[in-house]
């Protein structure tokens, strides 16, 4: 069971084996900033979405026409949260970073996919340097903050162990 989510009740948390962040709390953080639809619905960037954030993708279609169980929908989080905490192991070295910093930095890997996250060149580096103001700097100076100030100045709280 090397480095594998396990469930530990039905709404959707987890524990690891390993030393990522406690799930509970980042679980429930993203599912708020999220929102939840039962439906498909266009995200304020016009993606069609359902559940808690869950992008539709071409082989979904059938999303578009019906509700769903919360249950279901939170099945699909679970999965949702699993690649994000798997492409964040993927390719940033979490031994080295603190537990604040990797709830950020999956979180904003579930919001805006790993492409996009890696496509913040200056954070990642300033991540990797352990330098955290500038790593927020660049968190604000970006399209993604217009986009989402609010959740981004949250992220960017929590960043700097403001908040948790």
Do not use: C
Not at 13 to 20: D, E
Not at 74 to 99: G, H, M, T, V, W
């Amino acid at each position: 069971m090397k480095n594998q989510l396990t469930p530990i009740n039905q709404i959707g948390f987890f524990h690891l084996p390993n030393k990522l962040p406690k799930l509970k709390k980042l679980t429930l953080r993203i599912k708020k900033n999220e929102g939840f639809k039962n439906r498909a619905y266009k995200d304020q960037l016009g993606n069609l979405t359902i559940g808690f954030g869950h992008l539709i993708k071409k082989d979904e279609k059938q999303m578009l026409t019906k509700k769903y169980s919360k249950k279901t929908l939170n099945k699909i989080f679970i999965n949702d949260l699993k690649l994000a905490i798997k492409k964040f192991k993927k390719y940033y070295e979490k031994d080295k970073l603190p537990n604040n910093v990797q709830e950020v930095i999956i979180e904003m890997i579930f919001q805006l996919g790993i492409r996009n996250v890696l496509m913040f060149k200056k954070f990642n580096l300033h991540i990797k340097k352990k330098e955290y103001y500038l790593a927020a700097l660049e968190m604000i100076d970006s399209k993604w903050n217009k986009q989402t100030p609010k959740r981004v100045s949250g992220l960017i709280s929590i960043l700097l162990g403001f908040n948790d």
